[in-house]
């Protein structure tokens, strides 16, 4: 007979039970096990795998017990072997020969001469393997001990059955109990319905909608199945189980031994004891998820001991293409420890390869057949790296030490340049060292004069930023110098003390590296200004408007994927050539009674610079009642006056002894380099400092401001050319040159060049018609040639327009007869109402009084004259907050010319159809059941006491319905406090339009730097995953985006040695990004002037399946969903309408809108 093929007896009438591998000569009456041959049954008693000429006991059961032993009365006794001594008051189940018993614990299956680890369950371990704390046994081998409470698992030949408790891993010739899940069950055995098998061994056909895990060769694998997550135990041990030296050693295989089929002997090192930690092979040709628990491994699994020993190759399985669904139930967070330093690998069984990996789940396995490491208790599993086969799991974190996979592959390669520069660090470590003067000196350039009276002590090679000295040498702990301020000859205590010894790669070197540039921009003879650097000696002048134009750069050294790079951008600084003394002396000669309204209202919000230390301030507020002859507190405590403080420090007289004095409040921040906070008021007086920027007059002035963009903004040849020219300038210096390589710096010449892709174009999709995006990404024509998708009927309409305004709005009604026809627009002849004046009082009084009489109006058209915002917040509160009703303000200049008159109608009047709910256009969205949100955060100039979120969701599959809302935050804070509120009212919302709630959720979040990333992570996310608690069994999949607009970072089309503008579609997700994230840089719009400057998407949180490409395609899509233009933008369309509800509500509501407004978008 075939020793792998047990005999099969056919099934006892009355017998529920399957019988499998039973011996000869059972009895009927009886679900028997495993019964070895000639046994005889006893009533009212199971028996189980019970070996031959054993009397039975009544109302005892017997299992498993062995030849020739002794009964002990009141105990039940399981698989004794031979010769064993029973322990009173002690359960024996499948005790091998010769184990000696540890008292208060049972013993189950124990192999012979192995110790007992107390109060630990063991899972699918092999022989010898130690005993990992609060982990139930499944599987198990021979050698370990039984746990009380705890059901049987793994039991050899000959073990009983005990009753009410599962079976699993039983090897051959014991019998299967109905409704009992089987784990690692060895050749053989009959499959029963229902019940998960894991890890089984070869011969056995899977069962479809059942866990497999650990399963031995030979196995099918269901696509469908979902695979067992961390918190299900570690079952299944096929044959060839790796082992640990004492018991290989120690205790042979022979036939009958417990649990295991054919034994590989493993070749380790004698007298090894046994570590915490159960180790587990896998059987060969098994597919292994990153998500998965390793479990069930067969031959060729090597261990973890503490001798090192030459590392072999590892063989990585990847099922990223293979399983398509994975769990989605997110395992539980075990936190995982590296092996030690001096562990090694022993060798696998056949020649297979080992490398060292992280501890990663129970037993301690790397991805694929590897190493298995020792481990302790764990908290935290290897998170999963983003792939198409990821359901579960953050997608952002390194799996294994492996990079994150973040690159696309979708849509054509096409070379890209880029504003990063290389540059490679030599230095061995930087040492830093905090400086203190005492007393203080305010003026920075007098502290490095004193710095640099001391070179005999610091050295040549030094970079200072005023608290902060760099040194690549070694000083003393505390170094004490001193030094006198050559203005007042007063003595200067030096206190140079050690903070930190920076490694040259450490991300703490960034601001040292950042001094050092700056001091090869001071070379160069730029002016540091704010953050960046201007080059007054090739300022433009406008004379005729009186400002300046500086050029400069913005200058930024990072760690991207790609190393270290310095991140240059051409900058302009426009500056008056008016003082705010100068400024203020013009208004009060053209308004002597309202002096000081008039100045209140042109100063206050304003930046000004200050040229004796070229730092910019914001004018916050005027101290009327304090002039330059006024005293101050220094920060030593001593009291100076204004004019005794510049002539001191800066060597300045102030001529105006009379004038107020500006004040600015800072931000709550700490001092470069130093721990000091810096709080309360700044005064700054007005004969020294200087208005910048562009003035709100010239802003109105379309001449004025054409004569400016020239010089500021600038083409791709002039942009590249500059950027050039600057790294040209740093090669030739050679004093910039030493001074970066006395630091072991070096910055390449040359503009980074890599490979992008430009993403397939859209097609647009109208009622009737689509048609794919051109090149330049514009469907104007056709969006008014065609019908929008829905269009609302407008029946009952209102315009209000002033008396003298009355021939162009009755030309633009008419107008509008004209072109709502082809655009799937039906217009109604609306009500005219003439106003007597255009004062606000009149619009307001006269569109309250029509909306009273008419509750039933559609729309308010109000046609003003001039950029009045007085006036147009009167309407828009009027009409989105006391009276809700969509309305469209038009300035009467807008549609003054009548060859423009036809184009600037169609496009009013597709805004109006937006604002009364009607659908323009879409692209396609293969995501279903898909629900995209757009945030943003704009700050109320009114009030400043509070913020404002804007919320934008979607409610449909087309993303052609949109959800609003609006919450008021405490002052400058961007962290959503609302989010919940908000994101509760729109899946309610969603529910009551689809009848069911989003299974995927996207959200666009405007306005956060790099450094609230971790912030929003640990603050936003949580606040939404508690929110979608608030729906019993409610788990949607969650990815969370951050959009920054303000970067400094370009994109260049580079062919034919030449820079040009990149093509909207194009995308860079590598080399240049962010190492911590899942990021691109995506170009959705099209460039017709200047450079292209890109946006960047972070994905901080991803749980959906969504790949980079899922992402950079979901992203461009909705770049093409913004109805206010036919085109793309440069943010999602989400975004962009959060951000006009904020603007909207911070600057003329000041209030929350009304909730009848909310699936309408009125704020376009």
């Known amino acids: 007979?075939?020793?792998?093929?047990?005999?099969?007896?056919?099934?006892?009438?009355?017998?529920?039970?399957?019988?499998?591998?039973?011996?000869?000569?059972?009895?009927?009456?009886?679900?028997?096990?495993?019964?070895?041959?000639?046994?005889?049954?006893?009533?009212?008693?199971?028996?189980?795998?019970?070996?031959?000429?054993?009397?039975?006991?009544?109302?005892?059961?017997?299992?498993?017990?062995?030849?020739?032993?002794?009964?002990?009365?009141?105990?039940?006794?399981?698989?004794?072997?031979?010769?064993?001594?029973?322990?009173?008051?002690?359960?024996?189940?499948?005790?091998?020969?010769?184990?000696?018993?540890?008292?208060?614990?049972?013993?189950?299956?124990?192999?012979?001469?192995?110790?007992?680890?107390?109060?630990?369950?063991?899972?699918?371990?092999?022989?010898?393997?130690?005993?990992?704390?609060?982990?139930?046994?499944?599987?198990?081998?021979?050698?370990?001990?039984?746990?009380?409470?705890?059901?049987?698992?793994?039991?050899?030949?000959?073990?009983?059955?005990?009753?009410?408790?599962?079976?699993?891993?039983?090897?051959?010739?014991?019998?299967?109990?109905?409704?009992?899940?089987?784990?690692?069950?060895?050749?053989?055995?009959?499959?029963?319905?229902?019940?998960?098998?894991?890890?089984?061994?070869?011969?056995?056909?899977?069962?479809?909608?059942?866990?497999?895990?650990?399963?031995?060769?030979?196995?099918?694998?269901?696509?469908?199945?979902?695979?067992?997550?961390?918190?299900?135990?570690?079952?299944?041990?096929?044959?060839?189980?790796?082992?640990?030296?004492?018991?290989?050693?120690?205790?042979?295989?022979?036939?009958?031994?417990?649990?295991?089929?054919?034994?590989?002997?493993?070749?380790?090192?004698?007298?090894?004891?046994?570590?915490?930690?159960?180790?587990?092979?896998?059987?060969?040709?098994l597919l292994h998820t990153s998500q998965e628990p390793v479990a069930g491994k067969g031959r060729s699994t090597a261990l973890f001991l503490k001798e090192s020993e030459p590392l072999g190759k590892s063989e990585h399985v990847d099922t990223s293409e293979v399983i398509p669904c994975l769990q989605e139930e997110e395992p539980p967070k075990v936190q995982a420890d590296d092996p030690g330093p001096g562990s090694f690998l022993l060798s696998m069984f056949r020649g297979m390869g080992i490398e060292q990996g992280r501890p990663w789940g129970r037993g301690a396995a790397t991805l694929g057949r590897g190493a298995v490491g020792e481990h302790k208790d764990v908290q935290s599993v290897v998170p999963p790296v983003v792939s198409a086969a990821s359901e579960a799991g953050d997608a952002h974190y390194y799996a294994g030490g492996k990079p994150l996979q973040k690159v696309g592959t979708m849509g054509h390669p096409v070379s890209i340049a880029s504003n990063y520069v290389p540059i490679r660090c030599r230095n061995e470590a930087v040492f830093q060292y905090h400086v203190v003067f005492t007393p203080n000196v305010e003026s920075v350039s007098m502290r490095f004069g004193m710095m640099k009276d001391h070179r005999s002590t610091t050295g040549d090679i030094m970079a200072f930023d005023g608290s902060i000295l760099y040194l690549p040498k070694r000083l003393e702990e505390v170094v004490h110098l001193k030094a006198e301020r050559k203005t007042d000859n007063r003595e200067i205590d030096i206190k140079i003390q050690m903070t930190k010894i920076l490694p040259p790669h450490s991300d703490l070197c960034i601001p040292f590296y950042n001094v050092v540039l700056r001091r090869v921009m001071k070379i160069l003879g730029l002016n540091l200004i704010g953050r960046n650097h201007y080059d007054p000696r090739s300022a433009v002048v406008l004379s005729k408007h009186r400002l300046q134009v500086w050029p400069g750069y913005s200058t930024a050294i990072k760690h991207t994927d790609g190393g270290l790079y310095l991140a240059v951008d051409i900058s302009h600084k426009v500056l008056r050539n008016d003082s705010v003394l100068d400024v203020m002396n013009e208004i009060y000669q053209q308004s002597r009674e309202s002096f000081k309204d008039e100045c209140t209202k042109e100063l206050i919000g304003s930046i000004v610079i200050t040229r004796y230390n070229n730092r910019t301030y914001r004018i916050d507020d005027i101290e009327w009642d304090k002039s330059p002859k006024h005293s101050f507190t220094m920060a030593d405590g001593s009291e100076t006056t204004f004019v005794d403080y510049y002539r001191k420090n800066y060597g300045i007289t102030v001529k105006e002894l009379d004038q107020p004095l500006l004040v600015h409040r800072p931000k709550e921040r700490s001092k470069p380099g130093g721990k000091q906070v810096i709080t309360g008021e700044i005064l700054i007086l007005p004969e020294l400092s200087f208005m910048?920027?562009?003035?709100?007059?010239?802003?109105?002035?379309?001449?004025?401001?054409?004569?400016?963009?020239?010089?500021?903004?600038?083409?791709?040849?002039?942009?590249?050319?500059?950027?050039?020219?600057?790294?040209?300038?740093?090669?030739?210096?050679?004093?910039?040159?030493?001074?970066?390589?006395?630091?072991?710096?070096?910055?390449?010449?040359?503009?980074?060049?890599?490979?992008?892709?430009?993403?397939?174009?859209?097609?647009?999709?109208?009622?009737?018609?689509?048609?794919?995006?051109?090149?330049?990404?514009?469907?104007?024509?056709?969006?008014?040639?065609?019908?929008?998708?829905?269009?609302?009927?407008?029946?009952?309409?209102?315009?209000?327009?002033?008396?003298?305004?009355?021939?162009?709005?009755?030309?633009?009604?008419?107008?509008?007869?004209?072109?709502?026809?082809?655009?799937?627009?039906?217009?109604?002849?609306?009500?005219?109402?003439?106003?007597?004046?255009?004062?606000?009082?009149?619009?307001?009084?006269?569109?309250?009084?029509?909306?009273?009489?008419?509750?039933?109006?559609?729309?308010?058209?109000?046609?003003?004259?001039?950029?009045?915002?007085?006036?147009?917040?009167?309407?828009?509160?009027?009409?989105?907050?006391?009276?809700?009703?969509?309305?469209?303000?038009?300035?009467?200049?807008?549609?003054?010319?009548?060859?423009?008159?036809?184009?600037?109608?169609?496009?009013?009047?597709?805004q109006m159809n937006c604002k009364l709910g009607g659908e323009l256009w879409t692209v396609h969205v293969p995501l279903k059941h898909l629900m995209v949100i757009g945030v943003d955060v704009h700050h109320d100039t009114s009030k400043k006491t509070q913020s404002v979120m804007g919320f934008v969701a979607s409610l449909n599959s087309l993303m052609t319905k949109w959800y609003s809302r609006v919450t008021f935050q405490m002052p400058n804070e961007e962290i959503i406090n609302g989010f919940r509120v908000c994101l509760l009212a729109a899946l309610q919302k969603y529910y009551e339009v689809n009848h069911s709630f989003p299974e995927k959720i996207v959200i666009y979040r405007d306005g956060v730097s790099d450094g609230q990333l971790k912030t929003v992570e640990l603050y936003e996310i949580p606040q939404i995953l508690k929110c979608f608690e608030t729906f019993p069994n409610y788990e949607p999949k969650l990815v969370f985006i951050v959009v920054q607009k303000r970067i400094n970072t370009t994109l260049y089309a580079f062919g034919g040695n030449r820079f040009g503008t990149p093509p909207p579609g194009t995308v860079l997700d590598h080399t240049v990004t962010n190492g911590e994230w899942v990021d691109f840089f995506l170009m959705a719009h099209s460039i017709r002037q200047g450079c292209g400057f890109p946006t960047h998407y972070i994905s901080i949180y991803n749980t959906a399946n969504l790949t980079p490409d899922h992402l950079q395609r979901l992203t461009f899509k909705m770049c093409h969903l913004y109805w206010n233009w036919p085109g793309t933008i440069r943010v999602p369309a989400p975004c962009k309408y959060a951000h006009k509800l904020a603007y909207l509500s911070a600057q003329f509501l000041h209030s929350e809108p009304a909730i009848q407004l909310c699936d309408k978008l009125y704020f376009l």
């Not at 070996?51 to 698989?79: C, K, M, N, T, Y």
């Not at 009622?767 to 009952?796: H, M």
């Open 1 to 285: 007979m075939d020793p792998n093929k047990p005999p099969y007896l056919p099934r006892p009438p009355g017998v529920p039970d399957v019988p499998v591998a039973r011996g000869r000569g059972l009895h009927a009456d009886e679900s028997l096990l495993g019964r070895a041959r000639g046994l005889g049954v006893s009533a009212d008693e199971p028996s189980v795998g019970r070996a031959r000429g054993l009397a039975v006991v009544l109302e005892e059961p017997w299992v498993g017990r062995a030849r020739g032993l002794a009964r002990i009365a009141d105990e039940p006794s399981v698989g004794r072997a031979r010769g064993l001594a029973r322990i009173a008051d002690e359960p024996s189940v499948g005790r091998a020969r010769g184990l000696a018993r540890i008292a208060d614990e049972p013993s189950v299956g124990r192999a012979r001469g192995l110790a007992r680890i107390a109060d630990e369950p063991s899972v699918g371990r092999a022989r010898g393997l130690a005993v990992v704390l609060e982990e139930p046994w499944v599987g198990r081998a021979r050698g370990l001990a039984r746990i009380a409470d705890e059901p049987s698992v793994g039991r050899a030949r000959g073990l009983a059955r005990i009753a009410d408790e599962p079976s699993v891993g039983r090897a051959r010739g014991l019998a299967v109990v109905l409704e009992e899940p089987w784990v690692g069950r060895a050749r053989g055995l009959a499959r029963i319905a229902d019940e998960p098998s894991v890890g089984r061994a070869l011969g056995l056909a899977q069962i479809a909608d059942e866990p497999s895990v650990g399963r031995a060769r030979g196995l099918a694998v269901a696509l469908e199945e979902p695979w067992v997550a961390l918190a299900e135990p570690v079952a299944g041990t096929g044959r060839g189980l790796a082992s640990t030296a004492l018991d290989a050693l120690l205790f042979p295989y022979v036939r009958g031994s417990p649990g295991l089929g054919r034994y590989k002997p493993l070749s380790v090192a004698q007298g090894m004891e046994e570590e915490e930690g159960g180790r587990i092979g896998r059987a060969r040709g």
């Open 692 to 910: 910048t920027g562009i003035p709100e007059k010239m802003k109105k002035d379309f001449r004025a401001m054409k004569d400016l963009t020239m010089h500021i903004n600038v083409s791709v040849e002039q942009h590249t050319h500059s950027l050039k020219q600057l790294l040209h300038n740093i090669s030739t210096s050679q004093e910039a040159v030493k001074e970066l390589s006395r630091w072991g710096l070096e910055i390449s010449s040359d503009i980074l060049v890599t490979q992008g892709r430009t993403l397939p174009m859209e097609t647009i999709c109208l009622q009737s018609a689509t048609f794919v995006t051109s090149p330049t990404v514009d469907w104007s024509r056709e969006v008014v040639r065609d019908s929008s998708i829905s269009c609302i009927p407008l029946d009952r309409w209102v315009v209000f327009y002033p008396r003298r305004a009355a021939d162009q709005a009755e030309e633009l009604v008419s107008t509008f007869g004209k072109v709502a026809g082809p655009m799937g627009l039906r217009l109604a002849r609306p009500v005219c109402v003439e106003l007597r004046d255009d004062r606000t009082e009149t619009y307001v009084k006269t569109i309250q009084s029509q909306l009273s009489s008419e509750p039933n109006v559609q729309l308010v058209v109000c046609i003003v004259t001039g950029n009045r915002d007085d006036l147009y917040s009167a309407i828009k509160k009027l009409c989105c907050v006391q009276s809700p009703c969509p309305s469209q303000v038009i300035n009467v200049r807008t549609i003054s010319q009548p060859q423009k008159l036809r184009s600037v109608a169609q496009k009013i009047l597709l």
